[in-house]
């Protein structure tokens, strides 16, 4: 099915900005809708953001503004940009097609706290 490797993940402050990267080892993302998912502490893992392989863009209310998602298909990676980062934000983030029915990754964490 291929491997999806996350990272970028960190500890930064409210308000703080991190770039997520998610690559691919096989042209599979280029052929999907990928998404970025997140996992908190108790809590089911849920979408955030979405990307075709065309470009179009959706995200869930409580990031839409706030972070960016983007895809470059030559290098089968998708990225998630965020910006005013929140406390809330704190989970393992994750990418996926839509559905993801691809093998899950590690994850890479995210914290947010100052």
């Known amino acids: 099915q291929g491997q999806l490797v996350e990272s970028g993940g960190g500890l930064v402050r409210p308000g703080g900005s991190l770039r997520l990267s998610c690559a691919a080892s096989?042209?599979?993302?280029?052929?999907?809708?990928m998404g970025w998912y997140r996992q908190a502490p108790g809590k089911q893992r849920e979408l955030i953001a979405s990307?075709?392989?065309?470009?179009?863009?959706n995200y869930q209310d409580s990031v839409k503004g706030r972070f960016a998602i983007s895809r470059d298909n030559a290098k089968d990676t998708v990225y998630l940009q965020m910006n005013s980062l929140k406390p809330e934000d704190t989970a393992v983030y994750y990418c996926?097609?839509?559905?993801?029915?691809?093998?899950w990754g590690q994850g890479t964490q995210v914290t947010v706290s100052s």
């Open positions: 990307i075709t392989r065309r470009g179009l863009t």
């Open positions: 996926n097609g839509l559905p993801p029915l691809l093998d």
């Open positions: 096989e042209r599979i993302a280029s052929g999907n809708v």
